[in-house]
């Protein structure tokens, strides 16, 4: 266990690394793109890329420090836990929004390369 | 001089009393809607004044933005979209003079007990030395004596309830009473009786399936909030809240016709009476006790004082329950969430039921 610890540290810390170069990716193309659905793209990497990577990384840097005893173990659990539930839920609320916008017609589709759900309503294959 | 100086803020206090009555009967017998709006924002402003000398300086800075501000910004603009005469040929000169004379009795009545309450502590307004207060509140807090402790390892709770209980009491009851007037407005409407079909009512798949998973899980998070309210942060209302989230998926995700299957708004009324009866029973349990065996006892006490020695117990076979605080978290908890249920259930009959109602009520 000892000689894992140093590893579990260095995981951690990249880890939480890459979940601040996501933020910062996520907060620029909040900021520049050009409307709501590239922008919950966005928001997407910020959930997923921001914060359910970060949260593992703690997870196991708390699993790696030995004084903290048994309650490293309850530490890690939870983040572990919050982890999974941020990636199963995120997505589904990034699902719902666009699927709401989009019906809705609420968000202004403009700069628009190719639409495959309107073709899709069109032949009947989907329901409003 | 100095006799003088610290006469001043009775001055400033019976001064301030006597304008805000003088300008609450303006305001009643005044034509002109948007001078009597006015009027009762001076009113306002006195009452801040007053609230400043108590020393509430919570309460004023919640009172100077929304009685002085918000309110009459609120209500001129009701009056700018409606009428701005009162159609009713004003206030008959008997009722205003039966207003005025309730306004200045109840002033005076006000006037007596603070100066009672002079005789008593030989002294109106607060200590100026808060600090001393937290101070003693914090040392006794975590002192496990029964005598002076709450005997609940949670500061905030321990001191919100064993301290300030009559003051959580009322917060707690004005949220009762918005819930009330909502049921109130809404007293003809009724949520539409109509089949949940699965293929056709709510969102898609995806989210009705994560919704099904995730449900449990915040109503065990919530009963685990109320129930720890006097071991860690938290508490009733917390968790309360948190399981109305629960509501508000059911009502988002799925459809109010499927929400109405688990909660029907007379029986989350009559669930929330149960928890208001609890939080009553809470307050009182031990003044009833004392009352029947004999003993001074207060309202609102839990663990036994020095000059009222019964309390209820502080731990059942080792497990710390912190007196009346468990009961009071479990009855607040469920007041609360079935008080959310209600509101949200409330909000989503459609509109054009409400609007029938409206309609049928004009004709």
């Known amino acids: ?128 | 001089m100095s006799d003088l100086y610290s006469l001043t803020p009775y001055v400033v206090l019976a001064v301030s009393a006597l304008a805000s009555t003088i300008a609450v009967y303006l305001a009643i017998i005044e034509r002109d809607l948007i001078k009597a709006v006015l009027y009762s924002a001076i009113q306002s402003t006195f009452y801040a004044l007053i609230f400043y000398l108590l020393m509430v300086p919570d309460i004023v800075l919640v009172y100077i933005p929304v009685a002085v501000g918000l309110l009459p910004a609120i209500l001129i603009i009701a009056v700018k979209k409606t009428e701005k005469y009162e159609d009713v040929g004003g206030v008959p000169r008997t009722t205003s003079i039966i207003v005025l004379l309730s306004v200045t009795v109840f002033t005076l009545i006000a006037g007596y007990l603070l100066v009672v309450s002079h005789a008593i502590t030989f002294d109106v307004f607060p200590s100026l030395d808060a600090r001393l207060l937290a101070k003693w509140f914090l040392a006794t807090t975590l002192w496990w004596n029964r005598l002076f402790s709450s005997m609940s390892p949670e500061a905030v709770t321990a001191i919100v309830w064993d301290y300030r209980g009559l003051d959580t009491y009322f917060e707690t009851s004005v949220m009762y009473l918005a819930i009330i007037g909502a049921l109130a407005i809404a007293r003809y409407l009724d949520i539409p009786r109509k089949e949940y079909r699965e293929d056709v009512m709510g969102m898609s798949i995806i989210g009705k399936m994560s919704t099904r998973v995730i449900m449990p899980m915040i109503i065990i998070v919530a009963i685990s909030i109320a129930l720890h309210g006097h071991l860690t942060p938290g508490g009733g209302f917390q968790g309360g809240v948190t399981g109305a989230v629960t509501v508000s998926l059911l009502i988002f995700i799925f459809s109010v016709y499927f929400a109405t299957r688990f909660f029907k708004i007379s029986i989350a009324i009559l669930l929330r009476i149960i928890g208001l009866a609890g939080i009553v029973l809470s307050a009182t349990i031990v003044a009833i006790i004392g009352f029947l065996i004999g003993q001074p006892a207060y309202i609102f006490q839990n663990q036994p004082k020095i000059i009222a020695q019964i309390g209820l117990p502080y731990e059942i076979g080792g497990n710390l329950i912190s007196g009346t605080l468990l009961l009071f978290n479990t009855s607040e908890f469920l007041a609360v969430l079935m008080g959310f249920a209600i509101l949200f259930l409330l909000l989503s009959i459609p509109e054009e039921n409400v609007l029938e109602v409206i309609k049928g009520e004009v004709e």
């Open chain 1, 1 to 128: 266990m000892n000689l894992l610890n140093p590893v579990l540290t260095i995981i951690g810390y990249v880890l939480v690394g890459i979940g601040a170069f996501c933020q910062v990716v996520a907060g620029i193309g909040m900021n520049r793109f050009p409307n709501f659905f590239v922008r919950l793209h966005a928001a997407t990497i910020c959930a997923i890329g921001g914060s359910f990577v970060p949260i593992i990384g703690c997870s196991l840097i708390a699993l790696s420090i030995e004084e903290f005893g048994v309650i490293r173990f309850f530490l890690a659990g939870a983040g572990f836990v919050t982890a999974v539930f941020l990636l199963i839920l995120a997505p589904v609320g990034s699902h719902l929004l666009a699927k709401a916008a989009y019906f809705s017609k609420a968000a202004v589709l403009y700069p628009k390369a190719v639409d495959l759900l309107e073709e899709d309503v069109e032949r009947g294959e989907i329901r409003e």
